[in-house]
C-alpha cells in the first residue's frame, strides 16, 4: 500500500503541471540584473558600434567609395540569389513532401534530404568550400579537354572560377534555415485545406501558388532574411570561392583586419552590422507581438 501511494504521489506530481508566479526583484538585486545585462550589451555592441563609426567618419576619404559600392553590390546580389534559391529548395521538398504524406517511399526519400540539407549547416565552410572546388575542378578540366578534342575554344573555368561556386556554397549551407522555417510555417495550415483546395480544382503548383504562398508570406520572410544575412557576413567560403578580382564586404574587410587597418574597413564592417541589425529588429519585434497575442 505504502508502494502505491508513492506511486500515484509521483503520478501526480509530474502529471500537473505547476504554475508558479515569477520572482519580482527589487532593489540592489534588481538594479545589479539590470546593470550585468545592460553592460553586456554596451560592451559587445555598443562600444564597438561607436568606434567604427568614429572609425567610419575620421577614414571616410580613405573608404575608396567607389570600391565600397561595387563590394556591396556583390554581397546583396549574390546573398539575394542564394536566399531565393533556398526558399524555392525549401517550398517545393516540403509541398512535395506534403502531397505525398501517405507515401513511405517518397516520405523516405524526403526525410533523408532534409537530414542531409540540415547536417549542412554543421559543416564548416572552409571544408565545404574546398568540397564544392573539387568537383567543380573536375567538371571544368572534362568540359574543356572534350571541346579541345573538336577544336573548339576552351570556355575557362565556368564552375569553379564564377559565382556559381559562390552560391552553391551558400545555398548547401544555408539551405536548413529555409527549411526549418517554412516546414515550422507549413505544419500551422491544416491539411483539410489541402483537401478543400483540391476539391475546388487547385492542384499541385496552382495550390502552391494561391493557397500555401498566401499563408507561407510570413515565414517565407523570415526564411528569406534568415539566409540573407547569413549569406552577407559569409567569409570562409567566399575567400575560396570567389572569382578572380570579386569581393565581398565581408573579404574587404577580413583584407584590412589581418593587416591590422580596420579603421580602413569601418564603413565596411558597419555596413554589414546594420543590414544584419534591421532583419532582426523585425524578427524581434515579430516574436514579441505573437507572445502578447497568445496571451
Known sequence: MIMSLECCKGVNHYSYEKKTALKQLKGIKRFLVQAYC????????FIPVIQLGYWAIHYFEQAQL?????????????????????????????????????SNHIQGNTQFTLRLASLSYAIPGTVLAIGILIPYT????????????????????IFSGSMFALISAYVIRFSAMALGSIETSLQKIPPTLDMASQTLGSH???ML?????????????????????ES???LNASLLLRPFNFDTLATYVFSFTSDEQLENAALHA?????????PVIWLTRSLILNSEKDR
Open 66 to 102: 567607389n570600391k565600397f559600392a561595387q563590394y556591396a553590390y556583390n554581397s546583396l546580389s549574390v546573398s539575394i540569389i542564394a536566399s531565393i534559391i533556398c526558399i524555392i529548395f525549401a517550398l517545393l521538398l516540403h509541398f512535395y513532401q506534403r502531397l505525398n504524406q501517405h
Open 209 to 229: 501558388r494561391k493557397i500555401h504562398i498566401p499563408l507561407l508570406s510570413k515565414g517565407i520572410l523570415t526564411a528569406l532574411l534568415m539566409v540573407f544575412i
Open 204 to 206: 499541385g503548383i496552382k
Open 138 to 157: 573536375f567538371a571544368d578540366h572534362q568540359i574543356n579537354a572534350l571541346l579541345a578534342k573538336f577544336n573548339l575554344s576552351p570556355v575557362g573555368l
Open 38 to 45: 545592460w553592460g553586456l550589451v554596451t560592451f559587445a555592441f
Open 270 to 278: 558597419l555596413t554589414l552590422i546594420l543590414v544584419g541589425l534591421i
Open 232 to 234: 552577407m557576413k559569409e
